[in-house]
């Protein structure tokens, strides 16, 4: 099974200030037929379902904001939040799908 | 509009059964594999089953291998989980994902979630 681990488990950054996640496979998730890295991210605010972020590590979903950035390959991978806005206090979560579905434990942001 | 709306959730005894329901709409169901998400109370996401668009090929999670089936009918949009031999551990908020192609890769939208509390 393919382990996620992410880092900082919370994270406390000012209003417009870089928020930055981390991200790391217990194996490559990147596929060597089409150089793509099979990594998501996901955002999860308190009472509702995850959103999804970005896919392929750094495609955005369609309608995120690019504040929002995804970077990495093979093991390592981070988002960031360029400019951190109070309607992005949440838990986000990285996620493999190169061998089934794992996700990482999740990390939160809050406003410092 | 993609939709998920999920149903089927409720209190159980420790060993006992539930079949969750996942009605999708807005989409042309069967062109895409489908998922079950969930999360124990204040806990971080945990893949359940996941079923590929056709039916014909299923996953499941070693946490819940030969107690849950994953199903669904392409002729009604309802995609469905049940649950037996129901455990203590097994209380969480159980999402439906549609997921972007026949056979899997992510997950691009989510249901609302439905609770399952296991309890005597």
């Known amino acids: 099974d393919i382990v996620m681990t992410q880092s900082p488990d919370s994270v406390a950054v000012s209003l417009g200030e870089r928020a930055t996640i981390n991200c790391k496979s217990s194996q490559s998730v990147l596929h060597s037929s089409n150089n793509k890295n099979y990594l998501a991210w996901f955002q999860q605010k308190p009472g509702q379902p995850p959103k999804q972020l970005i896919f392929w590590a750094s495609t955005r979903e369609s309608g995120v904001p690019d504040r929002f950035s995804g970077s990495g390959s093979g093991t390592d991978f981070t988002l960031t939040i360029s400019s951190l806005q109070a309607d992005d206090v949440a838990v986000y979560y990285c996620?493999?799908?190169?061998?089934?579905?794992?996700f990482g434990q999740g990390t939160k942001v809050e406003i410092k | 509009e993609v939709q998920l709306v999920e149903s089927g959730g409720g209190l159980v005894q420790p060993g006992g059964s539930l079949r969750l329901s996942c009605a999708a709409s807005g989409f042309t169901f069967s062109n895409y594999a489908m998922t079950w998400v969930r999360q124990a109370p204040g806990k971080g996401l945990e893949w359940v089953s996941t079923?590929?668009?056709?039916?014909?090929?299923?996953h499941y999670a070693d946490s819940v291998k030969g107690r849950f089936t994953i199903s669904r009918d392409n002729s009604k949009n309802t995609l469905c989980l049940q649950m037996n031999s129901l455990r203590a551990e097994d209380r969480a908020v159980y999402y439906c994902?549609?997921?972007?192609?026949?056979?899997?890769?992510?997950?691009?939208?989510w249901g609302k979630g439905t609770t399952v509390t296991v309890s005597s």
């Open positions: 079923i590929s668009g056709g039916g014909d090929a299923t």
């Open positions: 996620q493999q799908y190169y061998t089934l579905w794992t």
């Open positions: 994902a549609k997921q972007v192609t026949v056979d899997g890769y992510y997950m691009d939208v």
